[in-house]
């Protein structure tokens, strides 16, 4: 769900993920969600703010913080990537980086945002580390944001098997539950004024079967499943869209702080 995190695409796969980031932008509650990071950075109290939004993707964050008046600026890996957010958001600055060796001097920034990346990432105690560096000692303002992947909701007749599909797509991501960790790695980085909240995305219909379909293919994949019972589940979970008895709950967690002083 975020390009920072991986691989090069080809011409070719970036339409499948650009489509896939901007049906999480879409989500119920995820526009809410990103309002909510901005008034964490407090960038409404801080006009002409400096703030980063590692692993930008399609630069949609960086484009709502533009437009509310901050110098906001985004990074990925991904070059195709960033030639799209650069299209739809050209009054934006984008740069090519990785989130653990960010292209800034030390304290240049006044906030630092991170969504929906730091499960992807090899370390996250070392990206956070190097968002601290970036960051204004005493100033800077770090929000984290992400879904715990290993804490998906999903009714089912089976919960057993629906138990081995979260598990088995949670396997495929170096750290599926680094959301819920977000506070105490701020707090072990030194961050201040460290504080977190809960939040909960609710989908009902069949804008959820992409996200389920993820699932069906880990857990085959990975053997966890077996292919006829992932597809008894993934034909019950059709079902239940087209007569309006789906439900899928993602559990996202933030959590937000203010860089330590020298």
């Not at 730091?118 to 970036?134: C, F, K, M």
Request: proline share 6%.
């Amino acid at each position: 769900m975020d390009a920072m995190s991986k691989d090069q695409h080809t011409s070719a796969s970036l339409p499948r993920l650009a489509e896939q980031l901007d049906r999480a932008d879409a989500a119920p509650g995820a526009a809410a969600l990103r309002q909510r990071s901005y008034e964490l950075l407090g960038l409404r109290e801080r006009p002409g703010a400096r703030v980063l939004d590692a692993g930008c993707g399609t630069g949609r964050a960086v484009g709502e913080m533009t437009g509310a008046g901050a110098r906001a600026e985004g990074v990925d890996t991904d070059p195709a990537m960033l030639a799209l957010a650069r299209e739809r958001w050209p009054g934006a600055r984008f740069h090519r980086g990785d989130a653990l060796r960010l292209p800034y001097d030390d304290g240049t920034l006044d906030g630092y945002r991170a969504d929906k990346l730091y499960h992807a990432l090899p370390d996250p105690a070392a990206a956070l580390a190097e968002a601290r560096r970036v960051l204004a000692p005493g100033l800077g303002r770090v929000c984290l944001l992400g879904h715990d992947w290993d804490a998906l909701v999903i009714d089912a007749d089976d919960p057993g098997l629906t138990r081995a599909l979260v598990r088995a797509r949670a396997a495929e991501l170096p750290f599926p539950r680094a959301a819920r960790g977000y506070r105490n790695l701020l707090l072990d980085a030194g961050f201040q004024d460290v504080r977190a909240e809960a939040h909960t995305w609710v989908l009902t219909g069949e804008d959820a079967l992409p996200h389920l379909a993820g699932h069906v293919r880990a857990a085959v994949a990975s053997g966890a499943v077996g292919a006829d019972g992932a597809e008894r589940w993934g034909r019950e979970q059709r079902r239940r869209a087209a007569a309006d008895r789906l439900f899928l709950a993602i559990p996202f967690f933030v959590a937000a702080g203010r860089a330590p002083g020298d």
